[in-house]
């Protein structure tokens, strides 16, 4: 139970620091490579490429989770405390709507490219992989979302006030 407490609040942190790692340390061979040796690889432009996408679609669940992403909440500061849980919660549930479609068309395309074993072109691994990027981070997405419903639920029923995540600017 402690190691899915554990897993649950830092999970995205630590796949987006592995990711990012991958991706600084690969770039900055590559560049030495490039600059010292006048040689360059397909292989790093493609290890950078594809943790950039992991990067990008872990990160988009790591926001869901803090309620980091950008929005304009002008309105949110004239409604009641109710109407605020209650306006998170209907973005939320239309968000749960948007991403359960994209993870079913993401998958369709995983899906393909297993049925015709499409392989990436300087590392010959199964497209397969980066492919899944799509709709692990839509899944976490979800995963996210339900946890935020309930968060507000709970909010809505205690009366207490909905998170609203840290602000960038005050």
């Known amino acids: 139970m402690q190691f899915l407490k554990l897993l649950d609040r830092n999970a995205e942190k630590w796949a987006l620091l592995v990711f990012y790692s991958m991706l600084v340390i690969t770039m900055a061979v590559e560049v030495l490579r490039r600059e010292v040796f006048s040689y360059s690889s397909i292989w790093g432009e493609e290890i950078v490429r594809y943790s950039f996408i992991y990067l990008a679609w872990i990160g ?7 309620r980091a992403h950008i929005r304009i909440d002008v309105l949110m500061h004239y409604v009641s405390p109710r109407m605020k849980a209650l306006l998170y919660i209907f973005g939320d ?22 049925k015709f074993g499409s392989v990436s072109h300087g590392l010959r ?11 692990i981070g839509f899944s ?22 909905v998170y609203e995540g840290d602000k960038l600017f005050d």
């Open 93 to 114: 549930l239309v968000m749960v709507a948007v991403a359960v479609g994209a993870l079913v068309w993401s998958f369709e395309t995983v899906l393909v490219s297993w």
């Open 140 to 161: 976490l997405m979800i995963v996210r979302l339900i946890q935020s419903l309930i968060r507000d639920f709970h909010s809505l029923r205690d009366g207490t006030p």
């Open 60 to 66: 988009a669940a790591a926001a869901v989770k803090e």
């Open 125 to 135: 691994v199964s497209l397969v992989w980066f492919l899944m990027a799509v709709p």
